[in-house]
């Protein structure tokens, strides 16, 4: 079974940069960042699968990038240009099916095919972006 956990959140003002980091324990074929904002719901802000390929929400894409040390089993997000809408909880998140082909990996997020309980979760890691 897969457990992930995260760090690396905090506060910055808008323009500012953080790294998040996941250590996943066990082997994960699909990986993802999602973030929820108070009263909102669960979104995906990007997946990886074990093939290397990536997929970024609209709303990061260009700012955002997620990357994976493979030796350590870390998955990184590396947040530049912050904006105040980038507040949220970041979860780490290890899909549950292994294999799972880069299709159906970045599509697990999309709101029509998510489901959080194919899913393994971190805890979570605050991000507060002040303006």
């Known amino acids: 079974q897969v457990h992930p956990v995260e760090s690396g959140g905090g506060s910055v003002q808008a323009g500012g940069s953080l790294r998040l980091s996941c250590v996943i324990s066990?082997?994960?074929?699909?990986m993802a960042w999602f973030r929820q904002a108070s009263g909102q719901e669960r979104e995906g802000v990007v997946t990886?699968?074990?093939?290397?390929?990536?997929n970024y929400a609209d709303a990061v894409k260009g700012r955002f990038t997620s990357s994976l040390d493979n030796g350590q089993n870390i998955l990184y997000l590396q947040m530049d240009n912050l904006r105040s809408e980038d507040s949220a909880m970041y979860f780490c998140?290890?899909?549950?099916?292994?294999?799972?082909?880069?299709?159906?990996?970045?599509?697990?997020?999309?709101?029509?095919?998510?489901?959080?309980?194919?899913?393994?979760w971190g805890q979570g890691t605050q991000v507060t972006v002040s303006s």
């Open positions: 066990g082997a994960a074929h699909c």
């Open positions: 998140a290890a899909h549950i099916a292994s294999p799972l082909s880069a299709s159906l990996c970045h599509g697990a997020t999309k709101p029509r095919f998510f489901f959080p309980s194919l899913w393994s």
């Open positions: 990886m699968n074990a093939d290397g390929s990536t």
